[in-house]
């Protein structure tokens, strides 16, 4: 039951880097998020996809890029990395039970925390 | 903007106490969830509130909704130290996720 899956789970960076963080899930949902988690700002959503091939900005999105090439896969790519992007960041999943119905719980992934230097 | 507050934001209780978590929201909504967090982990799902007047019970924690007054309410009972966690509560607008800056809890023997 994998759910879920993120890599790296850990990464440090130096200013500058790229890098990219991939989300996997197995459970065939068509919505997939990427947030970031700050101490004292809770979960603040950077992209999300509404399904294969589509992506839309969130709250943060400055900095950051996505893809959703394949259903179960959604990528997080920083292409210079400041120290400002140093937070946990977190993938999550949802699914539409019926059409016309709105989404479900968010599923959410073990997190890969990263550090810029 | 979207704001959705919770508070208090910290909260050291002792075993056996009760206690609330409230968590207001700033738009019309009529789903609302409550996710837990340990230190280091994920977000484990809670409670799914899908109506107003919803209530959902499990163990010590009870939620409700309020969607009229735009307020949801984790209500804790006789609390243990294993309920000791950080909680989150969601509001879903346009299949999107909008978290509250969660409440640390703290739950002392």
């Known amino acids: 039951n994998a759910g879920v899956t993120q890599t790296p789970k850990f990464r440090v960076l130096k200013t500058g880097q790229s890098m990219t963080l991939l989300c996997a899930q197995d459970?065939?949902?068509?919505?997939m998020y990427w947030y970031r988690q700050d101490p004292g700002m809770g979960l603040r959503l950077i992209h999300y996809s509404v399904g294969e091939g589509t992506t839309a900005k969130g709250e943060v999105p400055d900095g950051y890029n996505v893809s959703r090439l394949k259903k179960q896969n959604f990528l997080l790519g920083l292409e210079s990395a400041a120290p400002s992007q140093t937070s946990v960041y977190f993938c999550?999943?949802?699914?539409?039970?019926?059409?016309?119905?709105?989404?479900?719980?968010?599923?959410f992934g073990q997190g890969t925390r990263l550090t810029v230097v | 903007e979207l704001k959705v507050e919770q508070n208090p934001l910290f909260l050291s209780m002792q075993e056996g106490k009760n206690y609330t978590i409230y968590c207001n929201y700033s738009?019309?909504?009529?789903?609302l969830y409550w996710y837990r967090q340990d230190p280091g982990k994920s977000l484990e799902s809670l409670f799914v509130?899908?109506?107003?007047?919803a209530v959902k019970q499990e163990g010590r924690l009870m939620a409700s909704l309020d969607t009229k007054a735009r307020l949801s309410t984790l209500h804790i009972t006789a609390a243990v130290h294993d309920l000791s966690a950080t909680y989150f509560c969601a509001v879903e607008i346009g299949n999107q996720f909008y978290f509250g800056t969660g409440t640390s809890l703290t739950v002392i023997p």
């Open positions: 999550a999943s949802s699914y539409v039970p019926l059409r016309g119905v709105k989404v479900t719980e968010a599923f």
């Open positions: 459970m065939n949902h068509e919505y």
């Open positions: 738009t019309t909504s009529d789903r």
């Open positions: 509130l899908l109506s107003n007047g």
